[in-house]
């Protein structure tokens, strides 16, 4: 199995408003970051958070896990941030258990998604912590290739001619507001460290058999390969993301060598990560891939290759 992946794109994404700031007044403010470009100047631009893509993966994982009868904590179930913490029958198996080894060999068999998506462990006056196998960066626009606007919005009130006002919280009346929207090219980065399914970090072993090993990997790729199909995220009612396109490299270990990553804010970040990957193969021979894609339809091939792969 493939112990370590890695992908660094560029995604395209018009009129979204996936993470915002928050709101002031009638105005909702969306979330800006101060980077360095490739050029090593500093820019202000749009962005999407580790916490927000992190989110969508782990409901798509969630989902898939259902779908495939994987284990899932009460909590996971329910999408519920609190996760295992929110599981009673879980703890109630603890017995009074303290001892972090011990609470790690239970927990990982017990929940996929606490396995792959990580958990701190606080009930009952516990400080467990179990490290994420997934690992988002920001979704980070291109200064010269994204936008953001403000665009104008009222709630039509027949009873505006009548001067009828609204006193009571209720938020019955016309409302003027002002919602945000953003398009352009992202880049993206995402690390994938499938060694460490079922793995007790402790005692550095595996508490789960190769086969559910397998099974969770399976669910995990195509729970980022569905991140980048359906974004979920906020004011998807109505301003539902346009997905223009992803273009990338993936590139991926059979071995303790890290895959290597390069932000698409570099402009040869491609060529990059294949250089790279070639250079390492020169003392770890035939042990890193790269393989660069153009499209959404290629990198879903790319994904499900890795996928049936597994088997």
Same mark, same amino acid.
């Given at each position: ?5 890695? =992908? ?53 994982? *969630? ?26 029958? &879980? ?12 609470? =790690?060999?239970?927990? #990982? ?17 516990r400080s467990v912590s179990r490290k994420s196998v997934v690992e988002f960066g920001w979704l980070v626009g291109l ?17 505006? *001619? ?9 938020? #019955? ?18 690390? #994938? ?14 508490? #789960? ?24 995220? *906020? ?10 396109? &992803?273009?990338?490299?993936?590139? &991926? ?5 890290? *895959? ?29 891939e790269a393989k660069k894609f153009d499209s959404q339809v290629e990198f879903t091939q790319f994904m499900t290759d ?6």
């Open positions: 199995m493939i112990n370590n992946l890695t =992908i660094s794109g560029l995604l395209t994404l018009d009129m979204h408003a996936l993470n915002n700031e928050g709101g002031e007044g009638n105005q909702l403010q969306t979330r800006m970051v101060h980077i360095v470009d490739g050029e090593g100047e500093l820019q202000v631009v749009n962005a999407i958070s580790g916490d927000m893509l992190k989110h969508i993966q782990a409901e798509h994982l *969630a989902n898939v896990s259902i779908g495939k009868s994987l284990a899932l904590c009460d909590g996971c179930k329910k999408l519920d941030a609190n996760r295992i913490n929110r599981d009673d029958t &879980f703890f109630e198996k603890l017995d009074g258990e303290k001892n972090s080894t011990k609470i =790690i060999d239970q927990l #990982l068999p017990y929940c996929t998604v606490d396995d792959l998506e990580g958990i701190m462990i606080t009930r009952d006056n200064p010269d290739s994204t936008r953001t606007e403000s665009y104008f919005h009222v709630k039509f009130d027949n009873n505006r *001619a009548a001067g009828s006002g609204d006193q009571t919280g209720a938020n #019955l009346g016309q409302n003027i507001f002002y919602r945000p929207a953003s398009s352009g090219k992202y880049a993206v980065v995402v690390n #994938l460290e499938l060694s460490r399914i079922g793995f007790n970090d402790i005692t550095r072993e595996y508490v #789960l058999t190769d086969e559910e090993r397998v099974n969770r990997a399976k669910a995990l790729l195509e729970s980022i390969l569905f991140t980048f199909i359906k974004p979920l995220g *906020a004011h998807r009612n109505t301003q539902n993301p346009h997905i223009l396109g &992803f273009e990338g490299v993936l590139s &991926f270990s059979n071995s303790t060598v890290p *895959a290597p990553s390069i932000s698409a804010l570099n402009s040869n970040y491609r060529e990059e990560v294949e250089g790279i990957v070639g250079q390492l193969n020169r003392i770890y021979e035939g042990k890193l890795l996928i049936q792969e597994l088997d």
